[in-house]
């Protein structure tokens, strides 16, 4: 057993007085670059765009006609409006003529 000891004995060995050097940390991605090698990394996420509104809304689900839900996606589509804003349109309208 003291054999195997003396096998992993590092007095020996004298301590180091050198700092390790600093690398640049892009300096790998460099080299690997080179050579062909690609990030592993995630992308960064896309940018989100800002939604919502600060009024209080109501989730309300309607069934519909099919020919009416797709005269109404068309119509908002046309008028690039989102279905809250086109039903807003429709509100207001409904409200003129009454």
Same mark, same amino acid.
């Given at each position: 057993m003291t054999d195997d000891i003396k096998i992993f004995d590092l007095s020996g060995i004298p301590a180091t007085t050198q700092r390790p050097r600093s690398v640049e940390p892009t300096i790998g991605d460099r080299i690997a670059a080179q050579h062909g090698f690609v990030s592993r990394e995630a992308p960064p996420p896309p940018p989100r765009r800002p939604r919502g509104t600060s009024e209080h809304l109501h989730n309300m689900t309607m069934k519909l006609h099919h020919?009416?839900? +797709? #005269? !109404? #996606?068309a119509f908002c589509v046309r008028e690039r409006l989102s279905y809250r804003e086109g !039903? +807003?349109?429709?509100l207001r309208t409904a409200r003129l003529k009454d």
């Open positions: 020919g009416d839900a +797709e #005269i !109404f #996606i !039903f +807003e349109h429709l």
